[in-house]
């Protein structure tokens, strides 16, 4: 998609903060006397080390607008913009349901209640990213990259993310973001719409409330309890309180009382106005929980927790610190869990089939999930299709696994073999084969990959070979990612890919299938063992069978 361009964010993030939050006093929607936070709440990257002097993650640094150059204010004032865009096609799409629900006569009877799920991201870091797929592997963002994809993003090529500074603009007036026990991590619009059971229209409420609420809130204006028991089974009671008292009363106290909040290490707890919160990073990984610092805030008149009160009501905070280690007891918040992305995303889960070293996969079988497909991540892997070739012109798709953004494939092409591994949607590394496909049953078409090293820790190096039987036709040198292939649902596939093409040089059309032979199964080996022995292995069960 070409850029249009557009002057709403090409003033910065700051200036964007500055005039929401005019808009936001004009509409009654904050106090008049709310101010905003600093744009790096929390310090720079020079002031900011955790315990033993671990720095904070960069990823949660913002950039002023006024230190960026012209061509990154135009790259981060389109990323704002597509992402405009889709808030609009969002809009555009609820509309049609309520055009759809008039027209059916059950507007009015319908409640509808309209949440985001956090505060804005910040995720994109303070270059913003062309694939958030990067975050999930701990590999930084290339400004460079992201300049040189600028026509693209909005479009199938990029999985895009505006940068943290746009997140500070999204939460005004609040600081931070998602992954924060900050409020610019955890509070967010609600609007509820019911003109059958609400008389009041178009009023603000101010009393605090949390997601946990919203069911309460739905069975109480249905007139539904909570069994005690389904099925036998006895049913916790509700965390949440019904919000259904404010509708057509404003005025009157909120019916809540204490909220706790822990969110990948970092911690909060709101009680009757009153508010305290850690700095630990997220996804930081420097654990040391005890040394965190606590903060104070009195958001009933302070929501943008601006002014620090710990060290005036030490007494006051110290209870509020112990009233979240019991919530956290209540709630089942441990272990408090600060692990990278990267660990996260790859600790292994329980699942109904035990890992191996060796995996059967049939061509024509459903797309295999990724936590529940082979992992070759940081190790040494073979892949090896089985195959009928009676002649020349095979090709297609014998084995991929993830997609444009990340991932691996083996494949058949104007008579050759061809494997890519697409490291994250920046560099294809292709490897091709030296000679013409073989002809004849039983063949085995394989690439195995050798580790030899790490650098940086998780992304392991090695060479690629490729092999007809226990015959090598090509090799080249490659690296391969520490985390997953995807975070969108890309999986595995035998005999064709089925999702996003890992590579555009597939032949042929979507789903890429295999054509020109028959692949009867694919195995994929990571046992560390030779390939040339494990073809050899394969080559004798054949003659068995």
């Known amino acids: 998609m070409a850029v249009t361009g557009s002057a709403i964010f090409d003033a910065g993030y700051e200036a964007l903060r500055e005039e929401t939050l005019a808009r936001q006093k004009e509409m009654g929607l904050v106090p008049q006397n709310t101010e905003l936070p600093p744009l790096n709440p929390i310090g720079t990257p020079e002031t900011r080390t955790g315990p033993e002097g671990q720095p904070f993650p960069p990823l949660d640094y913002t950039r002023p607008w006024d230190t960026l150059s012209d061509e990154e204010k135009r790259l981060f004032a389109h990323m704002a913009e597509v992402y405009a865009g889709f808030l609009s096609h969002c809009d555009d799409q609820?509309?049609?349901?309520?055009?759809?629900?008039?027209?059916?006569?059950?507007?009015?009877?319908?409640?509808?209640?309209?949440?985001?799920?956090?505060?804005?991201?910040?995720?994109?870091?303070?270059?913003?990213?062309?694939?958030?797929?990067?975050?999930?592997?701990?590999?930084?963002?290339?400004?460079?990259?992201?300049?040189?994809?600028?026509?693209?993003?909005?479009?199938?090529?990029?999985?895009?993310?505006?940068?943290?500074?746009?997140?500070?603009?999204?939460?005004?007036?609040?600081?931070?973001?998602?992954?924060?026990?900050?409020?610019?991590g955890t509070c967010d619009p609600c609007i509820i719409s019911w003109p059958a059971g609400i008389k009041a229209r178009g009023e603000t409420r101010d009393q605090y409330h949390h997601a946990t609420d919203l069911v309460p809130t739905l069975l109480d204006c249905l007139g539904l309890e909570l069994p005690e028991t389904v099925k036998g089974y006895t049913q916790h009671p509700f965390e949440g309180v019904s919000m259904r008292y404010s509708f057509d009363t404003g005025s009157i106290p909120t019916a809540k009382h204490t909220q706790f909040y822990s969110m990948l290490g970092t911690r909060g707890v709101w009680h009757d106005g009153w508010?305290?919160?850690?700095?630990?990073?997220?996804?930081?990984?420097?654990?040391?929980?005890?040394?965190?610092?606590?903060?104070?805030?009195?958001?009933?008149?302070?929501?943008?927790?601006?002014?620090?009160?710990?060290?005036?009501?030490?007494?006051?905070?110290?209870?509020?610190?112990?009233l979240w280690f019991h919530e956290a007891g209540s709630h089942q918040a441990y272990p408090l869990d600060d692990r990278s992305a990267v660990e996260i995303f790859t600790t292994p889960r329980p699942q109904?089939?035990?890992?191996?070293?060796?995996?059967?996969?049939?061509?024509?079988?459903?797309?295999?999930?990724?936590?529940?497909?082979?992992?070759?991540?940081?190790?040494?892997?073979?892949?090896?299709a089985?195959?009928?070739?009676?002649?020349?012109?095979?090709?297609g798709v014998l084995f991929s696994h993830g997609g444009r953004f990340g991932g691996h494939a083996l494949y058949g092409k104007n008579d050759r073999l061809h494997y890519v591994y697409n490291f994250?949607?920046?560099?294809?590394?292709?490897?091709?084969?030296?000679?013409?496909?073989?002809?004849?049953?039983?063949?085995?078409?394989?690439?195995?990959?050798?580790?030899?090293?790490?650098?940086?820790?998780?992304?392991?190096?090695?060479?690629?070979?490729?092999?007809?039987?226990?015959?090598?036709?090509?090799?080249?040198?490659?690296?391969?990612?520490?985390?997953?292939?995807?975070?969108?649902?890309?999986?595995?596939?035998?005999?064709?890919?089925?999702?996003?093409?890992?590579?555009?040089?597939?032949?042929?059309t979507r789903p890429w299938a295999f054509t020109g032979g028959t692949l009867d199964r694919v195995v994929v080996d990571v046992s560390g063992e030779s390939f040339v022995d494990l073809a050899r292995e394969a080559a004798a069960m054949l003659s068995r069978e």
């Open 424 to 508: 994250l949607g920046s560099e294809e590394q292709r490897i091709s084969a030296t000679e013409d496909l073989p002809i004849g049953r039983n063949l085995i078409l394989a690439a195995s990959f050798d580790k030899d090293s790490e650098d940086p820790p998780g992304t392991a190096h090695g060479i690629l070979s490729l092999y007809y039987g226990d015959r090598k036709v090509g090799e080249g040198r490659i690296r391969t990612q520490p985390g997953k292939f995807s975070i969108a649902g890309e999986g595995l596939n035998a005999g064709r890919d089925a999702g996003d093409a890992v590579t555009e040089d597939y032949p042929g």
């Open 386 to 395: 089985l195959v009928d070739l009676p002649g020349p012109g095979a090709a």
């Open 275 to 322: 508010k305290a919160v850690t700095t630990h990073p997220a996804i930081s990984g420097w654990s040391h929980f005890p040394e965190d610092t606590w903060e104070l805030y009195h958001t009933a008149d302070d929501r943008a927790e601006l002014r620090d009160l710990a060290a005036e009501e030490p007494g006051r905070l110290a209870e509020l610190v112990g």
């Open 94 to 184: 609820i509309g049609r349901l309520l055009d759809y629900l008039e027209a059916a006569e059950q507007l009015d009877n319908t409640i509808i209640v309209l949440v985001s799920d956090n505060g804005a991201s910040g995720e994109g870091g303070p270059n913003g990213s062309v694939n958030e797929n990067k975050l999930a592997n701990s590999v930084p963002d290339d400004l460079a990259e992201n300049l040189a994809m600028l026509d693209e993003l909005g479009g199938t090529k990029t999985y895009n993310h505006y940068p943290n500074g746009w997140a500070m603009a999204f939460n005004t007036p609040f600081k931070m973001w998602k992954r924060y026990s900050f409020n610019g």
């Open 352 to 384: 109904l089939a035990a890992p191996r070293n060796r995996y059967v996969y049939r061509s024509g079988g459903a797309q295999v999930p990724e936590s529940v497909a082979v992992s070759v991540r940081g190790r040494s892997y073979s892949i090896g």
